[in-house]
């Protein structure tokens, strides 16, 4: 197995010297022609680490890309988003003819500074996807995904004035937000396997809740959940919104819940053995979320049974 080059690329004009590209139009903020990128640096595969965001719209053939340790095939038009920091991997065959075609879009975190972009992006959980978990566009949505990269291109590379970094932040907040709403899109149209998830998850707290080994293990972490699943944990927390109306987090404490009103409602154990049995360490956090959910305490909640 070859070894695996890891790059790190702190500047976009770092970026386009190692990519063979002319100097950047302008160096926070670049858009790129897939089909410009003739070889990527190194042979074999190769990992990518960005000090600037990326989102690409592309397609290539005879390449795998990986994000951590998931793989995801390309060959279909699809967006894929990444913060600065993330490692992406790129993997093509010994030999193949690699074609891509699409746009790239890197930005700078500088770009956003003393604008409340700058804070906002944080909302935008794809940014932590997984490479599994892209963005499938309609052919109607990718036109309108590109003309937008397009009309940042075309700001960029005209002359420069006070209200550029404007219109560029309102074009790219356009982006991001289209880019919301089709993935809610998604969640909702591939009812098959986003809900094949749902079930999994189920599955998933059944079984651990019903585990007798639950006081020592404690409560299910988000994390611990998505890893179990397959999926990242903004995927994750982002999907069940669009199903269910729920995070992650608040899945899980509904499913303690009803674990909890089981146990009260038909066992005499006390709250303090029903907390550590569920896996709480501190009977007073499992009370307050109780109470929280349910505006009863679980002794309130035990004594309207009787």
Same mark, same amino acid.
């Given at each position: 197995m070859p070894n695996t080059q890891l790059y790190r690329i702190k500047t976009i004009s770092e970026y386009h010297r190692v990519m063979g590209f002319p100097k950047p139009a302008h160096p926070l903020i670049s858009v790129i022609n897939m089909e410009d990128?003739?070889?990527?640096?190194g042979d074999g595969p190769i990992s990518l680490v960005f000090d600037f965001?990326?989102? &690409? #719209?592309?397609?290539?053939?005879?390449a795998k890309m990986k994000y951590g340790q998931q793989e995801y095939d390309f060959d279909e038009g699809v967006m894929f988003f990444m913060a600065p920091n993330q490692v992406f991997g790129i993997e093509v065959e010994r030999g193949a003819d690699v074609?891509? &075609?699409?746009?790239?879009?890197?930005?700078?975190?500088?770009?956003?500074?003393?604008?409340?972009?700058?804070?906002?992006?944080?909302?935008?959980?794809?940014?932590?996807?997984?490479?599994? $978990?892209?963005?499938? #566009? &309609?052919?109607?949505? $990718?036109?309108?995904?590109?003309?937008?990269?397009?009309?940042?291109q075309h700001e960029y590379n005209s002359n420069i004035d006070k209200f550029s970094q404007d219109v560029i932040i309102s074009q790219l907040e356009l982006l991001l937000t289209y880019s919301e709403r089709f993935y809610n899109r998604q969640f909702i149209t591939r009812k098959i396997s986003n809900h094949?998830?749902?079930?999994?998850?189920?599955?998933?707290?059944?079984?651990?809740?019903?585990? $007798?080994?639950?006081?020592?293990?404690?409560?299910?972490t988000v994390q611990y959940i998505a890893g179990a699943l397959n999926v990242s944990p903004g995927y994750l927390s982002s999907l069940l919104k669009a199903l269910t109306g729920q995070s992650t987090q608040q899945f899980i404490h509904n499913k303690v819940l009803d674990k909890a009103k089981e146990k009260l409602s038909?066992?005499?154990?006390?709250?303090? $053995?029903?907390?550590?049995?569920?896996?709480?360490?501190?009977?007073? &956090?499992?009370?307050? #979320?109780?109470?929280?959910?349910?505006?009863?305490?679980? #002794?309130e909640f035990r004594q309207s049974f009787n």
């Open positions: 990128i003739v070889h990527p640096p965001y990326s989102i &690409s #719209l592309k397609r290539m053939s005879n074609k891509r &075609s699409g746009w790239l879009l890197l930005v700078h975190p500088d770009f956003f500074w003393n604008t409340h972009l700058a804070k906002t992006i944080k909302k935008y959980e794809y940014f932590s996807y997984s490479v599994h $978990e892209a963005l499938h #566009l &309609s052919d109607k949505e $990718e036109t309108m995904m590109i003309n937008i990269m397009h009309s940042i094949k998830i749902l079930d999994r998850l189920e599955a998933l707290l059944t079984a651990y809740f019903n585990d $007798e080994d639950l006081a020592e293990k404690g409560l299910p038909t066992t005499d154990l006390s709250v303090s $053995e029903i907390a550590y049995a569920l896996g709480f360490e501190h009977p007073q &956090s499992f009370s307050k #979320l109780f109470k929280t959910k349910t505006n009863l305490s679980p #002794l």
